[in-house]
């Protein structure tokens, strides 16, 4: 990795750490909730109606850590879990009224707090930059993914 490449990782890892306390700094007084609750409720809103792998899949978190934090989004009411009609093994996970509510007054109470974050931005431009970093990162995960499954077979078939 060359220099400018570091120091890209090195911005992103402070940027997206400074976002989210500045969010968490809004979100835990105005609303009661995480930053990390917040995520979850913006992903669900986002792929509508969707078995937890799919959020899992939209937030990057293993199954398990989506369980925990639908634990407390059920439990508070923001969200409900149904059993999928396609697939008894699976579970649907969708937003309550209640979600839907409290995801729309902090989304407002964010805008309204983040006293001049976007402040000289381009934003257009960020996001195409950052869409087409996570699409770089993601093809090249896919292609590590692919070479460990073929190794795999071939290592199977070589014991055969």
């Known amino acids: 990795m060359d220099d400018p490449s570091r120091q890209l990782v090195l911005s992103l ?3 997206t750490a400074l976002v989210d306390r500045v969010a968490d700094a809004y979100l835990r007084p105005a609303h009661g909730i995480t930053v990390s609750m917040f995520s979850a409720l913006v992903t669900i809103e986002a792929i509508g109606p ?3 792998s799919e959020i899992a899949r939209g937030l990057d978190v293993s199954r398990a850590a989506v369980s925990q934090r639908l634990v407390e989004l ?3 009411g923001y969200a409900e879990v149904t059993a999928d ?5 699976a579970n649907r996970v ?3 009224p209640t979600g839907r509510a409290l995801l729309a007054d902090a989304w407002r109470g964010l805008a309204a707090s983040d006293d001049g974050l976007e402040r000289n931005l381009d934003l257009p431009a960020l996001q195409h930059a950052l869409d087409t970093l996570i699409a770089n990162a993601a093809r090249h995960l896919d292609s590590l993914a692919s070479r460990d499954a073929a190794e795999t077979r071939s290592g199977r078939q070589a014991r055969a």
């Open 94 to 96: 969708a937003l309550t």
């Open 50 to 52: 969707a078995r937890q």
């Open 74 to 76: 059920v439990s508070r």
């Open 85 to 89: 009609a396609a697939d008894q093994r």
């Open 13 to 15: 890892h402070r940027a």
